[in-house]
């Protein structure tokens, strides 16, 4: 017995199971006369909730542990504009009471999953462009000649309309230069005439008699012609 006088003053919400002793006043260890009221405040057993939104999940894991709360394993959602592992809402909100020892859920941002590339193919290049930038694609563009695409207006890309990619991913657009031009063929150099041969072939030997080889043989030695000698006769 220290010769004072103990009076229970007010319950206060900290982290520490109901009914422990909370604070005095005076405070511990100070110097009071004999006789004197000390008053002993006790814990609510009830715990102001922190705001642990937008931070890291291990961060709010710690902050809320050391207020004595447990902190199960968090729910995910997809949030495009919050990195992974951000806090996006908690069970009880913020600033309120909740029992000590109780559970505080919490909803953090997923790793962000594939998204699907728009289909921009034959939309002119400008708007194709403005479109996948809106989605947060990275862009390059390449030409390529055409018969059915006006010029500047989108083939195709790569990866194709529909397909899922990374978010962010670098997407080419594919753009016509419009039809693929032909060349006329040069005309070619007309080659020149061949000279005529100047002398005539010569006739091939005929193996038929001629006149002159006729009229030989009529005058040949044994000829009765009316042309030779006279028989003598009486």
């Known amino acids: 017995d220290a010769g004072l006088v103990m009076v229970e003053g007010e319950p206060e919400n900290v982290p520490q199971e109901q009914g422990t002793v909370s604070s005095t006043d005076p405070l511990s260890g100070a110097t009071v006369k004999k006789g004197s009221e000390v008053e002993v405040r006790l814990a609510s057993g ?5 705001d642990v939104t937008s931070t890291q999940f291990e961060d709010a894991k710690e902050t809320l ?12 959602r997809e949030a495009e504009d919050e ?22 859920t919490l909803v953090i941002a997923a790793e962000p999953g594939p998204v699907t590339v728009p289909n921009v193919n034959g939309h002119p290049v400008e708007d ?19 018969d059915s695409v006006p010029e500047n207006h989108v083939i195709r890309t ?3 309309a529909n397909e ?9 657009i594919v753009v016509s230069s419009g039809p693929e031009e032909t060349q006329s063929p040069t005309p070619s150099e007309s080659p020149s005439p061949s000279e005529s041969p100047s ?3 010569s006739e091939e030997p005929s193996d038929e008699p001629t006149d002159e080889d006729n009229a030989q ?12 000698r006279g028989n003598g006769g009486n």
């Open 65 to 76: 542990e050391s207020r004595g709360f447990e902190v199960p394993e968090p729910s995910t």
């Open 158 to 160: 790569e990866p194709g």
């Open 46 to 50: 009830k715990v102001e909730v922190p």
């Open 128 to 146: 194709a462009s403005t479109t996948l930038r809106e989605a947060g694609f990275g862009l390059t563009t390449t030409t390529e000649a055409s």
């Open 217 to 228: 043989g009529n005058r040949g030695p044994g000829n009765n012609s009316g042309g030779g």
């Open 83 to 104: 990195e992974p592992g951000t806090v996006l809402s908690q069970t009880p909100e913020a600033d309120g009471l909740a029992d000590y020892g109780s559970s505080v």
């Open 164 to 172: 899922p990619v990374e978010r962010g991913a670098d997407i080419t």
């Open 199 to 201: 002398e005539e072939p």
